[in-house]
């Protein structure tokens, strides 16, 4: 395993549609594992492959909804689909080749996922609130986009303050 250098906005990778996964061997195992340390390592919620320069489908998301005490998951999706969505979600978000940078952007609250895992086998999965965002932010990377196309504009270090003020003065 091994830390991959992180593409920022503007490297012209980031904009080009990946190629679907064929070869579920090494070579893919070695580049999900390098996705899940190297997003672990940059403390973010998911990382696509073009990120780290391989035009290929193939991503990896933290899943932070789990109960109190036990380990947050790295999921691997290969392939990775959207096959339902459903509510909304509007919150600040960032990316891992965007630092320092977040926007609002609207998502849906609850969204399905198929995908393959790394040995080929389909499966199903959902994910609620931040999976759910992550689920979207990262396919979205797999046809060249990033979030900064859905948000209209940058928000200032204020405003970010503000909203997470806002946030807390909301909670009982
Ligand atoms: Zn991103």
């Given at each position: 395993m091994a830390l991959r250098n992180i593409l920022k906005?503007?490297?012209e990778t980031?904009?080009?549609k990946c190629r679907p996964v064929t070869n579920f061997d090494k070579r893919l195992h070695d580049l999900l594992d390098d996705l899940g340390e190297t997003m672990m390592d940059a403390e973010g919620v998911g990382l696509a492959a073009p990120?780290?320069?391989?035009?290929?489908?193939?991503v990896v998301v933290l899943e932070t909804n789990v109960p109190e005490g036990e380990p947050e998951q790295i999921i691997e999706l290969v392939n990775p689909e959207i096959i339902e969505a459903s509510g909304e979600q509007v919150s600040p978000e960032g990316c891992l080749s965007a630092p320092g940078r977040f926007g609002m952007v609207k998502r849906p609250d609850r969204v399905k996922?198929?995908?393959?895992?790394?040995?080929?086998?389909?499966?199903e999965l959902e994910g609620v609130g931040l999976t759910a965002r992550a689920f979207c932010h990262e396919t979205d990377h797999l046809d060249g986009?990033?979030?900064t196309e859905l948000c209209d504009h940058i928000m200032s270090d204020?405003?970010?303050q503000d909203y997470y003020?806002?946030?807390q003065q909301d909670k009982p």
């Open positions: 906005e503007g490297d980031l904009s080009k990120q780290v320069g391989v035009l290929r489908r193939a996922v198929r995908a393959q895992d790394r040995d080929g086998n389909w499966f986009h990033m979030f204020e405003e970010l003020q806002s946030q």
